[in-house]
Nanobody, 123 residues
Framework: VQLQASGGGLVQAGASLRLSCAAP????????MGWFRQAPGKEREFVAS????????LYQDSLKGRFTVSRDNARTTVYLQMNSLKPEDTATYYC?????????????????WGQGTQVTVSS
């Protein structure tokens, strides 16, 4: 089983991107899903997490208002809408699965990770 993140690319500052993460899991709706990112030379950091039913969400405080996480359980896909992108958003973005009840920010609680999609924001 693999998570497939897509939708990254090279954009100018101020642009928007929507990342998708296809998760071909029979019990997709049973998992909390999360997004993380890692910039070159930096540690991986939490971006957003969404609960099983798509109602509960959790964000890195500095990204609230610009990033929105959502999911479509019928399509077993989780999304990350990123608006007003900044050069500091440049990173590889990863989706991941957690066997939790509510959204979580700790990477160690996620047990399955995708391969990542590159987002590059030019100034």
């Amino acid at each position: 089983v693999q998570l497939q993140a897509s939708g990254g690319g090279l954009v100018q500052a101020g642009a928007s991107l929507r990342l998708s993460c296809a998760a071909p899991l029979r019990t997709f709706s049973s998992y909390v899903m999360g997004w993380f990112r890692q910039a070159p030379g930096k540690e991986r950091e939490f971006v957003a997490s969404i609960g099983k039913n798509g109602v509960s969400t959790l964000y890195q405080d500095s990204l609230k208002g610009r990033f929105t996480v959502s999911r479509d359980n019928a399509r077993t896909t989780v999304y990350l809408q990123m608006n007003s992108l900044k050069p500091e958003d440049t990173a590889t973005y990863y989706c991941a699965r957690a066997r939790r009840v509510t959204p979580v920010r700790e990477a160690g609680l996620y047990d399955l990770w995708g391969q990542g999609t590159q987002v590059t924001v030019s100034s």
